[in-house]
């Protein structure tokens, strides 16, 4: 490989890992702003660093899974190449040939502004092709019928939990404001539309689908239990038990189902079956917990308890601690999993051919 | 429907350059070249035309090497019927379309 290769993969990595870094970076500068002292703001800083760790390496994983694909492939090409490259590689499998064809024609055409108009044109071409130059054959909606229905119904539940709130705790509406209930929307449609609608890299294993619906169930059941462990009394001793037992459940039993779930199915298929099961338990879990999580506040805090006001507080956490802590926290852990599978699965492959030759 | 859409102008024109030498296999940026169309044009009709069976396609098998395997296209027999009849009806229209044309400029 070459210096010059070399030197823009670095430059691609960093790039994208300065991105999620900085997706970290806005949030956690306003917390620091917030607080006072140099002690509580190091601590608040070590506290997003080490957030940001697991995102910051699977990010690292992929940007590495990746390069050995298509993006070495880019690297050594020129701008109309790249651009070329890209537009047609989403072109569908009976339009592979003039793909090929299309790139093939580039490499004749000679002179820089010739190079950018052929590319730009036949980019074009390309992505008339995607949407079917004859009649497209109509996309599947819900190509899983039953895992669609799971998810459609676990956003339904969240709808319906908030719903509940916003009626019975008269307060919660005005106070969890419309910024909050515009990004709790905005996450409870992407997750229909991705049962709906899911792009094909999510379906290509069933294994790896099934499995990450099993593991939200068993996260979210675990939730429930918590609840049914939670401490009677309170008094330091009770708070303290009560925030372990969440955090075990936030912290170890999220890291552990995602990373051994997409472990074990990336070891059994491959990396990407290892990425859906992360997908797939990420997002069953998240809309299922949050559900788990507003009725155990509800019970926690009835509507006609001292303390009604508590709810949009309430409808925060579970919307932060559920719907964003999950993926940010979680699908890092399943996409480590998964590569973890793949390096034992390269080692075996290592084995065997050592084998083969003796 | 789509299937007894008459062709366009640029359809009509890429047919016709290829029944020029009906055996002989052509590169796509050739024709780009030799008729004046954009590329994104062109591979949408030699798309179209190889679905419809007028145009087949073959990889070139001399190759340099480092350099990749360009694509060929060439007339299929209906194409190349195809190609006959647009240049007889082309023929036909033509001095109709030059009549009309000197009429319009007043000529």
Redesign the interface.
Known sequence: MGRGVTQVKLRVKLTVLGAVLLCFAVPASLSIDGGDGIGWQRDQLMMWLFFAAPSLLATWVLVNRWWTGPGERLSTMDGPARLLAIAVAAMPDDRKEWAVAMEAELTQVQGRSARWGFALDTARAAVIAQRGLRRPAPRRIAPSPAAAVIVVLAVAGCIATTAYAFVHYPTTAERFGPVKATILAAILAGCVWLALRPPRSLMTSRRGRWIGIASGFVLSGYLLLTDFMMPEGTGDAGELAALGLLMSFLVIALVGVQFLGALYVAGMESFRSGIQTAVWSAMTGMLLSFSVWMVMMMRKHPPDSPVPNVMAGDLSEAGFWTLIWFPVWGLPFGILGAALSGVKTQRQIKQETITWTA | M?GTRRPSEQTIAVVLALAENPATWR???EL?RQLGL???????IL??LS?RGLVE?AWETDAPPG?????LYRLTGPGAAMATEMAAARAKAGPAVARLRARWEGV
């Open positions: 789509a590169y796509g940026y780009c954009k590329a994104g044009s062109m591979y949408t798309m179209r679905d396609t350099r990749p395997a360009r694509h």
